[in-house]
């Protein structure tokens, strides 16, 4: 019985000691990835957008915590920001507020550069907005992540053709160092009946 007992010492013993040196020898684990990381992989380099700031790069920042209705009603305000930018035609201004890795949807812009610097070029250069009305807001939010929907109707001219209409746009906007950045925003006219 006391061999019996020895031996099962022995090997808890000798057990507990490789699972020490298996814990001290084993390499660390790579950071996991989204589907997006292994989806701008599968890029060819020259077709990737901007990589988009890591959480490393936020480490110095605290967060500030806001609640839903703070945050319906900032993004918001920078929603009314983005469109004054764009009818006054103010590119330092949505420079700000749009991400680097910022996508467009909705309308057509040719062009090698970013969506980002694409969209706003195009807007200063080609889009004249006299008036517009913003509809039956939409907000929905997800601590770092808020969706906006809403009406847009615009009287306006682009490179200098009539382009007045009804649209319905969809913005996503993300918190980044304490900052909403527009990260997509798309659009679509509103068939007429």
Not at 85 to 99: F, G, H, I, Q
């Amino acid at each position: 019985m006391r061999k019996t007992i020895w031996v099962m010492t022995s090997l808890l013993v000798i057990t507990i000691a490789n699972l020490g040196t298996y814990a001290q020898d084993k390499p660390e684990k790579p950071p996991q990835t989204s589907t997006v990381d292994a989806w701008r992989q599968a890029m060819p380099a020259t077709e990737q957008p901007p990589i988009a700031p890591t959480l490393a790069d936020e480490t110095n920042v605290e967060e500030v915590t806001e609640t839903p209705a703070a945050i319906e009603k900032r993004v918001l305000e920078l929603e009314k920001k983005m469109m004054e930018a764009v009818k006054e035609r103010d590119s330092a201004t949505l420079k700000s507020l749009l991400a680097d890795d910022f996508l467009l949807a909705g309308i057509n812009i040719a062009g090698a550069k970013s969506d980002k610097t694409r969209y706003i070029d195009w807007a200063v250069k080609n889009l004249e907005i006299k008036t517009y009305s913003l509809d039956k807001s939409t907000v929905r939010v997800f601590s770092t992540t808020a969706i906006v929907t809403y009406n847009y109707k615009r009287q306006a001219s682009i490179g200098g053709m009539p382009a007045d209409g009804d649209f319905v746009v969809t913005d996503v906007w993300v918190k980044r160092a304490n900052q909403w950045m527009a990260v997509a925003h798309h659009i679509s006219s509103v068939p007429k009946p």
